[in-house]
């Protein structure tokens, strides 16, 4: 329905969420037409707009000394845009029958009625929190926006003990464990897997494990949280698994996030089998003609096994971001797809992946070879070579490169870049392997580690004929 009519001339386009997709697809709808044109309408329920959420673990372990200087943009520079930015409101309800939400004011409980002739859903996504006993006790923290990493600052300031338990080893986890034991705590991280970082195959996630271990970080794999035991004056003391309890003065939860798609999901708009908003490529939500959707609350399509996932990821919420407001300006953009890229660190340990795991080859019926290789950062002489671990993963027959994981210490985590090109473009380990990359002993050995994986992927793709 069109109801540019009800508020005159200009047509609206409303943004449910302001953070990375809402703002960005909110300021280039504003590059492609004027205030004019086009009233933009934002709502954000926290107190902040265009903020690094990746960034937050570090500013908690002080690398970042100034919360502020995570955020992009904040609201008053999106005002002097002619963006209509409302901090602290809700949207509780999509009517996409009569083009309208709902919004409810957080601090005066007022509710009213937003008509739109164009539809952002950038809702994000919600940390995982199990429902256990106490679960909501003071001092459990989830880290997912810039007020849930204030709230832990001011637990650690105002806490006496100096015991922290990370529930999830997954990036936020890891990252977590670091910031933690950078402010001097004792840190458990208890994992529900087999080894820390999922993202990785069991292998390379002994490395991540060794390496945190070697920190002092104390690793409990394989176990399940069943309670988070409280005294008597409310505050969490413990992380209880059904072998063992682990004493805690603060608690954050780094198990992982799910999309935020209630909203959508009550208006009857598509969703996808990870439980994210389905769009086309134009991220048109599937079924409607003027609704975008981007950010941590959709699916996007892996080009590496054709099937739709749910990547949470700043780097892609930012992309989706300007394609959408492209596309709600008048202009034309589409998304082509992800790769899995993603890099993260644990003090002076580097990881990175990119690609499909093991796991998710045999998921999609691939066959393939899997290589693993030891090399340096530099040339092995060159002062301060570092070691790095590459695992690569080729396609029997074809040789086509399906994913590659990388470990190891400083310069092996970008590395990963180049896989990620390969993999967009569909290249063979043969190609990689002939690729004409950089090389000066400073920066690498002569043959790149990716190389070196690459070569040993197609002798053995060779060699299984």
Known sequence: MNTSAAHGARERLVVIGGDAAGMSAASQARRMRGPDELEIVAFERGHFTSYSACGIPYWVGGDVEDRDRLIARTPEEHRARDIDVRLRTEVTEID????????????????????????????????????????????????????DGQALLDTLARTGGRRAVVVGAGYIGVEMAEALIRRGYEVTVVNRGREPMATLDPDMGRLVHEAMTGLGITMVDDAEVTALPTGADGRVRAVATADAEYPADVVVLGIGVRPETTLARDAGLPLGDHGGLLTDRS???????????????????????????????????????????????????????????????????????????????????????????????????????????????????????????????????????????????????????????????????????????????????????
């Not at 083009?99 to 007022?110: F, H, K, P, Q």
């Not at 589409?334 to 899995?340: I, L, N, Q």
């Not at 045999?362 to 070879?369: D, I, M, N, T």
């Open 96 to 147: 996409v029958d009569r083009g309208r939400v709902r919004a409810r004011d957080l601090e005066s409980g007022a509710e009213s009625w937003t008509s739109y002739d164009k539809l952002v859903i950038a809702t994000g996504a919600r940390p995982v929190r199990p429902d256990l006993p106490g679960i909501d006790a003071s001092g459990v923290h989830g880290v997912q926006t810039l007020d």
């Open 283 to 465: 991220l048109r939500v599937r079924g409607q003609e003027n609704v975008w959707a981007g950010g941590d609350c959709v699916e996007v399509l892996d080009l590496v096994s054709g099937q739709l996932r749910h990547i949470p990821l700043g780097t892609h919420a930012n992309k989706h971001g300007q394609i959408i407001g492209t596309n709600a300006g008048g202009g034309y953009a589409t998304f082509p797809g992800v790769v899995g890229t993603a890099v993260s660190k644990v003090c002076d340990l580097e990881i990175a992946r990119t690609g499909l795991r093991e796991k998710d080859a045999h998921r999609v019926g691939l066959r393939f070879e899997a290589v693993t290789i030891e090399s340096t950062s530099r040339a092995g002489y060159y002062p301060n070579a570092a070691p790095m671990t590459v695992k690569m993963l080729a396609e029997l027959g074809t040789g086509r490169l399906l994913g590659v994981q990388i470990v190891g210490r400083e310069g092996a985590g970008k590395r990963v870049d180049i896989a990620a090109v390969a993999l967009t473009a569909g290249m063979t380990v043969h190609q990689v392997a002939a690729l004409d990359l950089g090389y000066a002993p400073p920066f690498s050995p002569v043959w790149d580690p990716i190389q070196v994986a690459a070569r040993k992927a197609a002798a053995k793709v060779r060699a299984t004929g």
